[in-house]
């Protein structure tokens, strides 16, 4: 992950979005996809090199297309709000 990847990941407040759960004991309490130890960062990075869902999904094939594009459209929603 580059420095600005974590910069921007750090920027995303998740605790209102309902696809995304923390839990001190999983993976050091890094937001992860609900109910996997898949961390959301890797699914927001994949879509910044420009991955496809697709693509995301044949990494993580646990993962359901649309929980992806959900989570891809909640990072890009929230950024914006940021950037206002």
């Known amino acids: ?3 600005g990847d974590m910069l921007k990941q750090a920027e995303i407040d998740w605790s209102e979005c309902l696809l995304v759960e923390r839990d001190p004991d999983k993976v050091g309490g890094q937001p ?29 094939p646990t993962l359901e297309l649309e929980t992806i594009r959900q989570i891809r459209a909640f990072a890009r929603a929230h950024r914006r709000q940021l950037q206002l």
């Open 32 to 60: 992860l996809v609900k109910g996997t130890r898949i961390p959301v960062e890797v699914i927001v990075i994949d879509e910044e090199h420009n991955r496809t869902p697709e693509q995301t999904k044949a990494s993580f």
């Open 1 to 3: 992950m580059y420095r």
